[in-house]
């Protein structure tokens, strides 16, 4: 294991806790992973995130062989491995959020409920059911990712990735948090959520973008 790849297991260690502190996951449900050059670090399967220690550190390469660790890998390693073949994510968070969750089995897309939409690249879309790690499952959710960071999975739960895992869970926490304003406001009687244009959502992606301190 060289000094990089364990500050990364740390870091993936505790975002993993933290879904679960957050209330985005219920016991091992959902996983994270990081990438360090080649290597695809990733929670193990069926492993409560509280019992993780430094020598449990589990990596594979982009083709899904093991070159870390003798823990099984998450069961949801084709949708991570996917992520990183496709995009430049250095992170990937995926939760079984519960507004999140119940938003997926709803509607095909996110409604537009909030300019946030635009830090995850717009309309967040929902991918088709498929069974949990599954090629299937990788593949539906690579067409709902197309030009965004983030997405839904039909009655499954959430995925998004970041260049950092702080970026990743970032991602998750706000669209979970969307999931649950639309809700709210859509569960008020005889009253419709007043919606953003596609302009709008854009033209606020573009100001996230700068937004925060520099250097």
């Given at each position: 294991m060289r000094p990089e790849e364990a500050h990364a297991w740390e870091a993936l260690v505790a975002t993993a806790r933290r879904t679960v502190s957050d209330g985005l996951v219920v016991g091992t449900s959902g996983n994270v992973s990081a990438r360090v050059d080649d290597t695809v670090l990733v929670t193990p399967s069926g492993v409560p995130y509280d019992r993780l220690a430094p020598d449990d550190i589990t990596g594979v390469d982009l083709d899904g062989r093991q070159v870390l660790g003798t823990l099984v890998p998450t069961s949801e390693l084709p949708m991570?491995?996917?992520?990183?073949?496709?995009?430049?994510?250095?992170a990937?968070?995926?939760?079984?959020?519960?507004?999140?969750?119940?938003?997926?089995?709803?509607?095909?897309?996110l409604p537009a409920i909030h300019y946030m939409s635009g830090a995850l690249g717009g309309a967040v879309r929902v991918a088709p059911y498929a069974t949990y790690g599954t090629d299937e499952l990788a593949e539906n959710m690579l067409h709902a990712l197309a030009d965004r960071s983030g997405c839904l999975l039909q009655n499954h739960g959430t995925l998004t990735h970041g260049a950092t895992l702080d970026q990743a869970f970032d991602r998750t926490a706000q669209l979970e948090w969307m999931c649950r304003?639309?809700?709210?406001?859509?569960?008020?009687?005889g009253l419709t959520p007043s919606l953003l244009s596609e302009t709008q959502v854009a033209e606020a992606g573009e100001r996230l973008r700068g937004y925060g301190q520099r250097g």
């Open positions: 991570h491995l996917a992520v990183y073949r496709t995009t430049d994510a250095r990937v968070v995926h939760t079984h959020a519960v507004h999140a969750t119940a938003v997926s089995t709803l509607v095909p897309e304003l639309w809700l709210t406001a859509s569960s008020v009687p």
